[in-house]
């Protein structure tokens, strides 16, 4: 499953794809030294009674298992446990209690289908990304460059030759695939913010600012002088800090079908959905490297991170209780403080896709993707809303 998802990506100045999608498939390797920011931002929604009261008891179900919590340490990310306490409020005494993943997705579907149905002219995203760094960005882009310029170069001279140019693209493609599955000597790992405006209307600027404060460290001391020995290169890639872009922008990889403009009509009803998302699978360029399950979560994260309706969010929440495989890990806290259920989904080869979603208003914080229990890909989704102008962020 890993050298599914990720064995395609590449950094940004060959990707095909947005660069939000992009971000998102990143192979990472999450492990320590993430300082947790200096303050979380609100959550875009209002403060409700909690979801799991409203589903009514909670079921029995999968005991709390170890997390990984991110705390202000440069040592290895420790392995936090969460255990059913004695409490002397309701939410908290419900939310200790075990609870399997179906009823609390059936109780999130109750939640968001009470929510009012806003709109504005961009939809906003802040979103802070935890990842490991794989390769030198300048020494990676240098080889593949070449590579390019060499198979450019050869094509020409074998363009009567099809056998030998068709072995010649499989040798080109086999060696940059050796460079995206290369691994650093040392561990290291950046932390960097991103706030997106999409725009609704078609042919309108999105805007995509990227925080130019993006932090490395380091897995431990040696790690940090084994880089400094190979000559401190530098490990971020240099982008513009503002960016805007008025090309259409897909939803994800999995659905290039799906816009930003165009999901705000998907089924509110939960068959229908379930139909649409059925098809829109068979239609999508990476079905042959996942399974349904796999795509129903990464499309079901896509979605979350989205402006779709409060039926549609509904709808895809019972969509999910019905899904074989998800288990409840419990109350967590994500990479910037706040506090969620923790839901999990097995993929191939060890992997693990988690998502934790706020019990009271039964938004997405936080999503990953876990090998082995060290994480592959984090990110915490700090703010989401309506915002009517470029650079206006939602209260």
Known sequence: MTDRLFAQLKPMELDE??????????????????????????SRRRIRAP?????????????AAAVIVVTGSSTALPIATTSPTTASTARTAIAAEPVDARTFLL???????REPATSGRYWYVRER????????PGDYMTQIKALLAEQQRKE?????????????????????????????PYLAFTTDTQDTWRAMKPGAASRFVRDPDVSVTFGTPQDEADWKAAGSPALTEKRPPTRDDSSERILSIDNPTLT????????TDENALRRRLDALFKQSPNSARLDRGGYLWQTGVDLMTAPITPGTRSAL???????DGITSRGRVTDAVGRTGVALSTAGDDGVEFRMIINEDTAE???????EKGQPLLRVALERMGWADRLGDVPA
């Open 107 to 113: 109780a999130a579907a109750a939640t968001a289908v």
């Open 129 to 136: 990304t935890f990842a490991k760094v794989h390769v030198v």
């Open 17 to 42: 794809m947005t660069e939000e999608a992009h971000r998102r498939r990143r192979a990472a390797d999450l492990a320590a030294a993430f300082r947790t920011p200096r303050s979380a931002h609100p």
């Open 156 to 184: 020409k001279e074998l363009k009567d030759k099809p056998d030998e140019l068709a072995a010649l693209r499989k040798e080109i493609t086999g060696k940059i695939t050796e460079l995206k599955q290369s691994e650093l």
């Open 51 to 63: 979801f799991l009261l409203v589903a009514g008891t909670a079921a029995a179900g999968v005991a």
């Open 260 to 267: 930003i403009q165009n999901i705000a009509r998907l089924p």
């Open 364 to 370: 997405l914080l936080q999503y990953e993707v876990v």
């Open 317 to 323: 929440f019972k969509v999910l209780a019905g899904q």
